[in-house]
Structure formats: C-alpha cells, structure tokens
C-alpha cells in the first residue's frame, strides 16, 4: 500500500510523464509529416537511411459494418453479438 504522499507524487509523476509525451507524440507526427511530404514530393515511398528503411505505402481492407448489419437485421445482430466488460484507468489533469 502506498502512503498519502507516495500517491501524490506517483500522480504527480504520471502527470509530467504525460505531458512530455505529449510533446514527444507532437515532434514525432511533426517528423513524420515532413519525411512524408518528402515522399509525396519525389514520388519515392522508400527510404533507405543508414540507420534504417521508412516506408509509406497504401493497403486496402475491408471492414464489417456492424452498425448497417444492427440496423437491416437486428434479430440476426443481436443472435450474434456478444457483451464485454472493459475497465478504464484514467488520469484527470
């Protein structure tokens, strides 16, 4: 168990973590944008570095649509359907 104080400063710890990763995810999307256009630019989806290879490439796949399926046939939706239970921990600032 931990102590009153020992809560405190693991929220408190949590918060900065989260706030740093926050601006660690904005200057990785901020790289990735600026790698991206440059592949938009040359027409070139590969990238050969010497620390590694990026690639940017299109997939296509299909998807069930379960919310037209739940609403054309909602007898066979709920026949088929199965409930979860998800716990959430979650960090208000």
């Not at 901020?30 to 440059?38: F, V, Y």
Request: glycine residues 2%; proline residues 2%.
């Amino acid at each position: 168990m931990c102590t009153p104080n020992e809560l405190n400063a693991n929220v408190k710890n949590l918060q900065e973590l989260r706030r740093m990763k926050e601006e660690l995810d904005a200057e990785i999307t901020a790289l990735e944008d600026t790698l991206k256009q440059h592949m938009r630019d040359t027409g070139v989806y590969e990238i050969q570095a010497l620390t590694g290879k990026v690639t940017w490439y299109e997939a296509t796949s299909k998807r069930f649509d379960s919310s037209a399926m739940k609403k054309e046939l909602p007898d066979l939706y709920a026949r088929y359907s199965k409930e979860t239970t998800t716990r959430y921990f979650r960090l208000q600032m």
